[in-house]
């Protein structure tokens, strides 16, 4: 590695954070300042693009299969590299954000991978986002403990030969970075920060320690996003002196129109692709924020209603499946995010058995693995695909050359037979409020009615509200939605949580702030293509 001019970054409006100087070391703030200046102007450029064609969906009210990339769909010599060893066995998978307790449990959990998350279930203060990087670092040194300052309760890290792979989540491609800018005063993208720091201090060492750097790819919207990544990718590995395809990338498939490009996504990414996700609530919210104006056809129904066994959400993980198994990469099921009540066994026993049969049809779909909240969800998901595989470490031979989704059918939304009910648009609004009041306290990942919330669940939640109420809906009990009931719902929730933790926890959190911010963002004529974007402006630290 040559040696790094100084970096032209600047750290803004940050209180000093111990240890940062570990993180932030001036040959690492080099590299992303570079990262910064090859990528920023492409990612601008993409995400125009994105604009543009969310305009032509507004305009003609579909997607389909792009026919200027149909030769690589039809191409079927290609295939992406080979698994690592450390990453060919992934039947169960558990996500959480990098905080330190996390980061031991995660890695204990018994998972064989670690979605360590600094996206969506982390809320990127500068705080998480810096402590974060020295938590995995301090992982991969053996360097890290923690005791639970309540409970006196300690943690430590099993054997290495016990501990989950990390996959490494960074930042998508929309969100700044406000804490890092170039001399021109301009925001780095948070997904070159996230990486960059990651790739730079812990590449080599996770070489050196029989893995590698490996990450998940968010909210990609189409496979030049994906090569923007490849790029991305060949550079740093040349730039730090790690060997070229070193890196494997798994793509969250949460948009629906990368839905269309499942193939294109992994072409782009085939000597650095390791396979692609299903990821649910993301995927629902894309579809909305998409098809908006589309008229009643794309109105979704209840966000608990809309299971994965529905008519279009079967299109998109049977095609997700067969895509991976063609193509030779993993496909990873979607999320089980059950927390188990300590309190009651009633509950735990009615969603064990849902999330059983989750797995169950995952695993015989032929998923290679799935993703789960809670570490008490390990043996479950892996009870489910060990049946399925045995001794095998991923079933991609199978495959499952009966699938035949059309285009049509990924947005076939109105072939499911449920409908928005008042009950419904209450849990938009309670989980919408409950979610964003801790994000804003910094807690990215959060447990709500013993579901495990991240902000997907924020943005399927507004832009539910948002659809029914520009769809004129009108809800089980006769009455339609509008500006005004979903106001009333809010008063009503925020009453309730006033009266449940009382006048002094309800005045020290930020209960109005997260009240107005869910409303704006709900209501507003203009749509937020994201809530975090106005909810990071009022994000504190």
Same mark, same amino acid.
């Given at each position: 590695m040559s040696a790094p001019a100084p970096s032209p970054l600047a750290i803004v409006d940050a209180e000093p954070l111990p240890r940062q100087e570990e993180v932030l070391t001036e040959a690492a703030l080099a590299f992303v300042a570079?990262?910064?200046? !090859?990528?920023?102007?492409?990612?601008?450029?993409? $995400?125009? !693009?994105?604009?543009?064609?969310?305009?032509?969906i507004a305009r003609t009210s579909t997607l389909g299969f792009l026919p200027e990339t149909a030769a690589i769909r039809a191409d079927d010599s290609w295939r992406v590299a080979p698994a690592p060893d450390a990453l060919n066995d992934r039947r169960v998978e558990i996500t959480g954000p990098t905080d330190r307790k996390m980061t031991i449990n995660a890695l204990n959990s018994g998972a064989k991978v670690w979605l360590a998350d600094f996206e969506d279930a982390s809320a990127p203060t500068w705080e998480n986002v810096v402590l974060g990087q020295v938590n995995l670092s301090d992982a991969y040194t053996r360097n890290i403990d923690f005791t639970d300052a309540k409970s006196g309760k300690s943690y430590a890290l099993k054997a290495d030969e016990e501990l989950a792979t990390v996959v490494m989540r960074p930042r998508g491609w929309h969100l700044n970075e406000r804490h890092l800018v170039d001399a021109d005063g301009t925001p780095v993208p948070g997904a070159l920060v996230d990486f960059g720091l990651y790739f730079f201090h812990n590449a080599q060492r996770l070489l050196d320690l029989g893995k590698g750097p490996y990450f998940y790819l968010p909210k990609t919207e189409s496979h030049l996003? #994906? !090569? /923007?990544? +490849?790029?991305?990718?060949?550079?740093?590995?040349?730039?730090?002196?790690?060997?070229q395809g070193t890196v494997r990338a798994t793509v969250l498939i949460e948009t629906i129109t990368a839905a269309y490009e499942m193939e294109e996504i992994l072409y782009e990414l085939r000597d650095h692709a390791s396979g692609l996700n299903a990821g649910r609530w993301d995927y629902l919210f894309s579809i909305v924020k998409n098809f908006r104006d589309g008229g009643a056809r794309f109105v979704l129904p209840d966000r608990n209603a809309v299971t994965m066994t529905a008519p279009f959400m079967r299109a998109y993980t049977e095609l997700l499946v067969r895509t991976c198994h063609k193509r030779g990469a993993h496909a990873i099921?979607?999320?089980?995010?059950?927390?188990?009540?300590?309190?009651?066994?009633?509950? +735990?026993?009615?969603?064990?058995e849902k999330v059983r049969a989750d797995k169950d049809r995952e695993a015989g779909d032929g998923f290679d693995g799935s993703w789960v909240a809670h570490p008490d969800l390990v043996p479950i998901a892996m009870e489910?695909?060990?049946?399925? /595989?045995?001794? &095998?470490?991923?079933?991609?031979?199978?495959?499952?050359?009966?699938?035949?989704?059309?285009? #049509?059918?990924?947005? #076939?939304?109105?072939?499911?037979?449920? &409908?928005?009910?008042?009950?419904? $648009?209450? +849990?938009?609004?309670?989980?919408?409020?409950r979610y964003i009041e801790a994000w804003l306290r910094g807690m990215g990942a959060v447990a709500i009615f013993n579901l495990m919330e991240d902000a997907a669940t924020a943005e399927i939640s507004r832009s539910q509200i948002w659809q029914w109420i520009n769809a004129e809906v009108v809800l089980d009990n006769g009455e339609q939605v509008t500006a005004d009931l979903a106001r009333k719902v809010a008063a009503e929730e925020l009453a309730n949580i006033r009266a449940e933790i009382g006048d002094e926890a309800f005045t020290a959190g930020n209960w109005q702030r997260a009240h107005d911010l869910l409303l704006t963002v709900s209501l507003d004529e203009d749509y937020a293509d994201f809530l975090t974007l106005p909810a990071y402006e009022q994000l504190k630290g």
């Open positions: 570079e990262l910064h200046r !090859r990528f920023t102007p492409r990612r601008d450029e993409l $995400l125009a !693009r994105r604009a543009e064609r969310r305009a032509e996003e #994906a !090569r /923007l990544w +490849n790029e991305v990718f060949v550079f740093a590995q040349e730039y730090c002196g790690i060997p099921g979607g999320m089980a995010a059950f927390i188990p009540s300590r309190r009651d066994a009633e509950v +735990n026993k009615v969603a064990f489910s695909f060990d049946k399925v /595989l045995g001794d &095998k470490p991923n079933q991609k031979d199978r495959l499952r050359e009966d699938v035949d989704v059309k285009a #049509a059918d990924l947005i #076939a939304v109105d072939s499911l037979d449920a &409908k928005p009910t008042y009950a419904g $648009l209450v +849990n938009a609004v309670q989980v919408g409020i």
